[in-house]
């Protein structure tokens, strides 16, 4: 068998698994951005009809399920396996989303990056041919991530300069063998970088070394280079974070401009959401992802995308004992054809 | 490529990965029970020189991976890749343990089932060619799980007749294409099962159900039954689990009998060390792995087994919020010979 190892830490998916389907679920804020027209659901009702913001969650991420199963026309128990996370303690928001359904499910963490660690992983299953139809599903909510990472809503904390706003929203892929795609081609995996970072309301810049390093190591390990890719999207650096990546590319004398953003940056509008440097949260680029970006794919509008989720990977406690925030990022390579 | 996918929820490891390595560190009360002698660090410390439980937790992860990485005479960088993952809010006990290693690394959360869910996933990595040298690797700590889960030790709650003891304790395996093995056979892909248990104190009779599940699936999937194995082990069922399992076997007319044996009753003496049902966490599966049993396979006392690890997916929130306890079981056969 041809090895799909590349170089340090990518891979080549030989089989280029399909994606047969995808959706996407947001709430308020996000329904009244720059991307409103793009989810399957956008919702008015922030609470989606539950008791509790983290049941609110888990309720989003089996919206997002069953309208990928139905525009793919599966059935639950057609899916071989699913790929899940969150960010709430013990990734319940996940856990809960997936009992009783009998999907074979492998729980993950991946922080902000658990879009992109879902996809890879889901890829790797299917290219492998240890699974058929297998699901990435992720999601994030504003007023449970507040809850879980620093204040309760009611406490009314006063937002730092360079905070992001959470994300209500999640995203769920479906791959397949076969498929009309767009198609996964390769993957880099991402190690874990702590540049010492230890404002946990500053997380742009504790992730962008983390998103610099695989983007770096994709491009040396694939013999690849910007040119390769009509878009490459970080998951949730905002206004900061994207800054940064830019200028340590700009140091190796690689020049990104426009063909670089951010999804944190594209879901809200800057200006007037005050968001401050703009989204992040699981919920960011799997939204954005499985609406905007896929739904530019399939019409052609975008070919070849490189989607790096990015990933803050603290605690309120390792915070609390004044621990610096390490960071990861994983990429994705998407094409609308197969090479 | 001949597929890898087996019945509903298996897999067949086509390359049978090897096991090149593989270590265990135990805190004090496992270094006094019945496997002291199995454990390749059995420290009197249990705060591991460290300041925190939490940071105690990550430094028993990286003693692990460095005798592991010695035993296999590899140094970090010759990993391609690590599963890992802990208990602890946002696994910080491994983004701790893996940053800056440059070590390409997945986050999992599978609660006490990461052994198993880390262990399959290397093996699907190598085993598909994606990654030449994986490492799996999880821990738990009875204080920081404690905090994290219940109490503060300091609160001095008492401890109801089905509770566990979470082990304070850390396994590591690295897996590679070859070598002497054991060798890494098959795996089943647990789906989250909810039995409908509301009590955070009977973790054994929560997580049941999901292991008979997997179990069960594992036989029917690959045409096999419990004459198969020469031992069949539950990760932390503890006595109460162990029990439900082998009486929803009989109900089925199978009689597992001494073949099936549970980690969380292996590793502590039940009637002299006050852990009411046994031992409990990530690291009660993976140190008894990672010591007594991948051991016994190496000295050939143990030919072939089936490894399941065992996970209750709660939280404190989603307790304090009224729900149930989903739990999920994945297993991983492992046999001293390629078949």
């Not at 890829?123 to 994030?140: E, F, P, Q």
């Not at 020049?255 to 989204?279: A, F, N, P, S």
Request: proline residues 3%.
């Amino acid at each position: 068998m041809e090895s799909a190892h590349r170089g340090k830490q990518s891979i080549v998916f030989t089989q280029q698994p399909a994606i047969l389907s995808y959706a996407s679920v947001a709430g308020k804020k996000e329904s009244e951005g720059p991307l409103k027209a793009t989810f399957d659901v956008a919702s008015k009702d922030t609470a989606f009809g539950q008791k509790s913001w983290e049941k609110a969650e888990t309720q989003m991420q089996k919206t997002a399920m069953e309208i990928a199963l139905q525009k793919a026309d599966l059935k639950e128990d057609q899916l071989d396996a699913a790929f899940v996370g969150d960010l709430l303690n013990q990734c319940v928001g996940s856990s809960f989303s997936m009992r009783n359904k009998s999907i074979p499910t492998f729980g993950l963490y991946g922080a902000c990056s658990t879009m992109a660690e879902s996809l890879l992983l889901a890829g790797m299953a299917v290219n492998g041919g240890y699974a058929r139809k297998v699901m990435a599903l992720t999601s994030s909510h504003f007023a449970s991530s507040e809850r879980q990472y620093r204040f309760p809503l009611g406490y009314g904390g006063q937002r730092t300069p360079t905070a992001q706003w959470t994300v209500t929203g999640a995203g769920a892929v479906i791959l397949s063998q076969s498929g009309k795609g767009p198609y996964l081609r390769s993957a880099t995996v991402g190690s874990i970088v702590d540049a010492g970072i230890k404002d946990a309301n500053n997380m742009g810049a504790a992730m962008a070394p983390a998103a610099y390093e695989t983007i770096r190591a994709h491009f040396d390990d694939l013999g690849l280079g910007p040119e390769d890719y009509d878009l490459i999207v970080t998951g949730d650096l905002g206004k900061l974070g994207h800054q940064v990546v830019a200028e340590l590319f700009e140091k190796d004398g690689v020049k990104l401009g426009q063909r670089y953003q951010d999804c944190g940056m594209m879901i809200y509008d800057l200006e007037k959401q005050d968001v401050h440097c703009g989204g992040s949260g699981c919920g960011c680029s799997a939204s954005v992802l499985c609406g905007h970006l896929l739904g530019r794919m399939r019409r052609g509008q975008l070919n070849r995308l490189l989607f790096c989720g990015t990933g803050a990977l603290l605690s309120p406690l390792s915070t609390q004992q004044g621990e610096s925030v390490p960071a990861v990022c994983h990429a994705v390579s998407i094409f609308t054809e197969r090479s």
